[in-house]
């Protein structure tokens, strides 16, 4: 009894742990959000509830007469970054539909841990989407709740383009107390 306690303890704090730390590319990616050829452009993902440190981007698109397999152009982007200007010599693909950006394991570029929505890239000389446009599914909730006490402290600058100001460990209190739930039923 006390083994399938702690085993159902470790797996539903990993489930728990995976289901709140998530990945995801907010931009370009669906119809109001796309890319200017011959131009520059910016990759941005959801840094504060990512589980890694560091990904290679990629480039991909469902035509393989446009693109025949993902291109990397960054090999290692730091997760605090949060988002990437991306420039015209890092990525010159031809206007067409159907491109995806990928953030991938840096060792393994097919183990894919985000992938946008399909995106456009417009011809050169097109307007840019307008900086409140957001792929429609690129949303997320969540809610959580702690009691206790701990010290608190003040920081200075700006961490919200570096995401500093939210590194914690998702899912971390909840695992705790599934752990110690399963302690309970040992």
Do not use: H, R
């Not at 504060?48 to 291109?71: D, E, K």
Request: proline share 8%; glycine share 6%; hydrophobic share 40%.
């Amino acid at each position: 009894m006390k083994f399938f306690a702690a085993a159902l303890s470790a797996t539903l704090a990993a489930l728990v742990g995976n289901t709140v730390a998530q990945l995801q590319v907010t931009s370009p990616g669906g119809p109001n959000s796309w890319w200017v050829a011959e131009s520059d452009n910016v990759v941005s993902w959801t840094c504060s509830t990512s589980p890694y440190t560091n990904f290679t981007i990629l480039i991909a698109n469902s035509n393989p007469a446009i693109l025949v397999a993902p291109f990397a152009f960054i090999a290692q982007q730091p997760n605090y970054d949060c988002s990437e200007l991306i420039t015209k010599d890092q990525v010159n693909q031809p206007p067409a539909t159907g491109y995806t950006i990928q953030l991938a394991d840096p060792f393994n570029n097919t183990n894919v841990y985000a992938e946008s929505q399909p995106f456009e890239i417009k011809n050169l000389g097109s307007p840019y989407p307008s900086s409140s446009a957001t792929p429609s599914s690129a949303t997320a909730s969540g809610s959580a709740s702690a009691s206790g006490s701990s010290p608190s402290s003040s920081a200075q600058g700006d961490s919200s383009k570096s995401g500093a100001g939210s590194l914690v460990a998702p899912g971390g209190l909840a695992a705790a107390a599934i752990a110690a739930l399963g302690l309970i039923l040992a």
